[in-house]
């Protein structure tokens, strides 16, 4: 069995194929170390420290990862030479696009951001997020057009640890934030039962498809990178929104005066 | 108005912007000029005079470019940022790889090969196909990836042509294959609405999108790209299933001795 401990140390780089269970509690264990749940930006969302303008700054800038999902499942079934495959991928694309009698995740993100006061058209032309977040999602897209099919999926695998955060996320949100209702958290109902079925998916698939050494090493980097991806979001608002040191840069969103 | 044989003379090329039913009308006239209903293999199709090998030759090679089609168009979405926008596209996915109830029209077209006598398998391996079609069909993908989403989006125009060619082939090919059934055609029924509409859409885009005379070009020459790539598909089964002068390259689909 290999010791998790030894991988970490050493930066998860294998150096032998393991067997699907090892894979995954590899993935796992990555989930456990680098998660964004981790990052001092949520610890400080679920204890209540952050200010309005934060919270604000959160939305508007994690609206355009949300915006952006869809583009991104997109660009992997562009890969996708299985219809079948296609056609399971697909349905990620409805939950943020919506589909009839159900206006989707992108549309429930934009309550969440009117519901901390932002304005609807101000979130939509994406003009007040961050460049580094602009980046960040940029840079998901072009991972899944870019990598392999099996890392494309497997960068996907940060679902797998989603449920846990959201739940403790709306909990602590709607406990320390009086102007946040329980309605304008609706896109994180949802996301508790899209996000097991989803990661479910991509994990089987990856512990089917990730049997030699170096495709496992691909399931792997593609978790780093995304894991890596999230956490430089967090990275951005904390320092332009919640640090002493730092700003909005020219041209982003700025906070109302408290 | 725009003189239609001084444009055509001139290859399509525009010298100063046009109303949208100019622009229309030019899109039109290259259909009628260039789609692959004027191509002698279509021709040969209609009139009976396609060797079932031939026949079969087609059925195989255009099965690589349905397979590719949603392909190309989750490309296109991957690069839509308007949600309205890829729910109005993602029918067109839909239509292909099927919906609960419905197969979709990969597996119609499944049904068409096996039909004529192929074997599922082998046109689903796609080893047979002839590079030129692996060729022509990864040019459309990348096309609508790398050209402006208008372009893109006027790569699909030719389906305001389909519409013509479809009932023109369905009822000779039935009256001159007595080895095809009505039923093997199921494909091109559910082409004759779903075309119509998706063309629609598209022109309809095409005609509110592209007001400046540098659009219109655009649009033209996404066209004009398109009806090339479809002649350039028969081009290569004539060249190497009917004419005496070529041959399947090594390696390619080799039909029975008649």
């Known amino acids: 069995m290999t010791n998790l401990e030894d991988l970490r140390a050493n930066g998860w780089q294998l150096t032998q194929a393991i067997s699907p269970d090892e894979l995954e509690a590899v993935l796992r264990a990555i989930g456990a170390q680098r998660y964004h749940n981790n990052h001092p930006f949520h610890e400080r969302m679920r204890s209540g420290a952050l200010s309005k303008g934060a919270m604000q700054a959160w939305a508007l800038n994690r609206y355009l990862y949300q915006s952006r999902i869809p583009m991104k499942d997109a660009a992997l079934m562009a890969r996708m030479v299985d219809t079948d495959l296609r056609r399971e991928w697909r349905h990620r694309i409805e939950d943020h696009d919506g589909v009839e009698g159900d206006d989707g995740g992108i549309e429930r993100w934009l309550k969440l951001a009117e519901g901390l006061g932002l304005d609807r058209d101000y979130v939509i032309a994406e003009s007040g997020a961050l460049p580094a977040t602009h980046f960040a999602v940029d840079a998901y897209i072009r991972y899944v057009s870019d990598q392999s099919l099996l890392a494309a999926i497997a960068s996907s695998l940060t679902e797998l640890f989603a449920p ?60 780093l990178f995304k894991t890596g991806m999230l956490w430089a979001m967090l990275d951005a608002l904390d320092y332009c929104y919640v640090s002493d040191v730092g700003a909005p840069p020219p041209g982003c969103f700025v906070p109302d005066p408290a």
């Open 164 to 223: 846990t955060i959201i739940a403790d996320r709306v909990s602590n949100v709607l406990a320390n934030y009086d102007y946040v209702s329980k309605n304008s958290l609706a896109y994180f109902d949802k996301r508790m039962t899209q996000a097991p079925r989803d990661s479910g998916f991509a994990l089987q698939y990856c512990r089917d498809n990730a049997v030699e050494c170096r495709d496992q090493q691909e399931v792997i980097d593609a978790l």
